[in-house]
């Protein structure tokens, strides 16, 4: 059975091959009409005009449109994935000859299974007759939307000549063929319902297991390919964990499949109008008769980097706390492949005190300071964990970096006040819970809150708020400290839940949850346990002498991150 081929093909080959061999594209009857709208056909056009304007550009430089999927069929090529371009390129090539060209240039033909009277109409636009039947109305409107586009720029020849060369000669459709014997109806069903994808991830993969990177020797062939798809499948299915996929990623970028990551690193991808740049540097790499082996021994050192990080405890938290605060994963990997682990360790230790800028005491709640404040207490969690070498705890960057986490305040603070009616009433209610029996006059004041009506004299609720604070502040504190002292990490669904409540409502809901088995990280429920606090006397409230021990804890624990940044 023939093998699926995969390759780039520019428009001008294309146009090319289908003349000499006298061959058609064929639309199926399971392909829907043409209705790409004003919006990808806009694109389009943006993405070649961008293309054409770039200021150093050679000739090999290419313009990567999405895959096609074909089968040949005797002299016809059947589409199943792709005709949507394939039709919006043959109006574009139309437009060219009609209002560009001066010798009008052959275009393929596209046949239509269900509507044989399109291929005639597509190759003569007539918006007189668009209204004749849906198709010929979105093939109309395609060609409005790009004499639309065309009119808004300044020089229609000088610009068209410039875009036609450009989808011509630079844009280069990854044409897909499908050989295997699979039936076609499958194949499209199966893309069409999301059950695969042509990813860069998946084209290379096809790449990699082409027979003929693998000798002539048949069974070496299937031997060879079985090694690289089980090796691929295993790196894949680690990947696919997200304990370990959230360790070496932030999760900026979705991958369908997941080993792409590793594909983009390769290939030094960075943000690029080019969907397709990591196939086509492989793609590049084949051509050159690149060693099948040498790439994938490659790919496989990426991975087992990633997986000796994640499997050793020390790198795991060092490695982790670095990429959760934007590290450059591809650095990292350089500098673990020619050091020590010693080596590696120290400079592990260098990057994170290049983080920290400000003395811990000066770290106040501000726009200025609260990325640095998440540093120093994710930093603080981790290295809290790593105090016990005994112990197999791991911080769970998965939940860390998926549960939107920020920084809460510890003891109440009047810049949080709830706000909405709802939340205030929430508020005072399990405040009430907690007023002691001395405390009655304020709890008679919260139920007229709680049940006043429209009309009747309106209670401040500012006014409640200030009072209950104070009850369950220490005497003579200032009740609004911002600095980080009275702030902790929690996730933003236990923060919802409380609204800022007073320091026991914390304290029971953060414990409660944990309990429930919320990820509460280890250093925020010691600071509601009162871990750091060498006075024990009093529960109710979070004062001068808790939030002294607390910092405490923070600066002995970062202790040696400081002084590499004093020294650097």
Not at 181 to 191: K, P, Y
Not at 544 to 563: Q, S, V
Request: hydrophobic share 35%.
């Amino acid at each position: 059975m023939a093998e699926n081929s995969l390759l780039l093909k520019s428009i001008k080959t294309l146009l090319n091959e289908l003349a000499e061999n006298s061959e058609t594209l064929f639309i199926p009857s399971y392909q829907r009409g043409y209705r790409w709208t004003e919006r990808q056909v806009t694109e389009l056009l943006d993405d070649l005009y961008e293309f054409s304007k770039r200021p150093v550009k050679k000739e090999t430089d290419i313009y990567c449109l999405q895959p096609v999927v074909v089968a040949k069929n005797e002299n016809k090529w059947e589409v199943i994935d792709g005709q949507q371009r394939l039709t919006t390129i043959h109006i574009l090539l139309s437009f060219f000859n009609s209002h560009v060209l001066r010798n009008p240039e052959s275009i393929f033909e596209i046949e239509y299974a269900t509507r044989p009277g399109s291929e005639g109409f597509l190759n003569n636009i007539d918006y007189d007759r668009k209204n004749e039947n849906i198709d010929y109305y979105h093939i109309c409107e395609g060609h409005r939307f790009i004499v639309e586009w065309f009119s808004k720029k300044p020089n229609l020849s000088l610009i068209g000549m410039e875009l036609y060369q450009v989808l011509l000669n630079n844009a280069n459709l990854i044409w897909y063929e499908v050989k295997d014997g699979t039936d076609a109806i499958d194949v499209f069903t199966r893309i069409n319902m999301g059950k695969i994808q042509l990813t860069n991830a998946e084209l290379i993969k096809a790449l990699f297991l082409k027979s003929s990177n693998f000798g002539e020797d048949s069974d070496q062939i299937r031997v060879k390919q079985l090694e690289i798809a089980g090796e691929w499948d295993r790196i894949e299915y680690t990947l696919q964990d997200d304990a370990f996929w959230y360790f070496i990623c932030n999760g900026e970028t979705q991958y369908a499949t997941r080993i792409e990551f590793i594909f983009d690193f390769m290939a030094k991808k960075i943000d690029s109008l080019d969907d397709f740049v990591t196939f086509r540097y492989f793609n590049k790499k084949f051509e050159k008769n690149t060693p099948v082996e040498d790439l994938w021994t490659e790919v496989k050192d990426y991975f087992l980097t990633f997986e000796e990080w994640y499997n050793d405890r020390n790198f795991y938290h060092l490695v982790g706390f670095l990429i959760s605060s934007g590290a450059d994963v591809q650095e990292l990997k350089k500098h673990s492949s020619i050091k020590s682990k010693s080596d590696f360790t120290d400079y592990l230790n260098i990057e994170i005190s290049k983080l920290f800028t400000s003395p811990i005491p000066d770290l106040a709640y501000s726009n200025k300071d609260n990325q640095e404040i998440r540093r120093v207490l994710l930093l603080f969690n981790i290295e809290t964990m790593l105090e016990n070498e005994n112990s197999n705890l791991r911080f769970q960057f998965d939940r860390y970096k998926n549960e939107n986490w920020d920084l809460e305040h510890i003891h109440a603070v009047q810049s949080e006040i709830p706000e909405t009616k709802k939340e205030q009433l929430d508020w005072v209610s399990e405040v009430l819970t907690y007023l002691k029996p001395d405390q009655a006059e304020l709890a008679y004041e919260i139920t007229l809150f709680v049940n006043q009506r429209p009309g009747q004299k309106d209670i401040s609720f500012e006014a409640i708020y200030n009072k209950v604070v104070k009850i369950f502040s220490q005497a003579g504190d200032d009740v609004d400290v911002n600095d980080i002292s009275n702030l902790t990490l929690l996730d933003a669904t236990t923060n919802r839940s409380y609204k800022n409540a007073v320091y026991p409502i914390k304290r029971q809901t953060v414990l409660k949850r944990d309990e429930q088995g919320t990820f509460i990280p280890l250093c925020t429920k010691n600071v509601f346990l009162k871990y750091y606090s060498d006075d024990l006397s009093q529960m109710s409230f979070y004062g001068r002498n808790d939030r002294e021990c607390y910092i405490k804890a923070i600066t002995t624990a970062l202790d040696k991150y400081y002084t590499h940044m004093q020294l650097n």
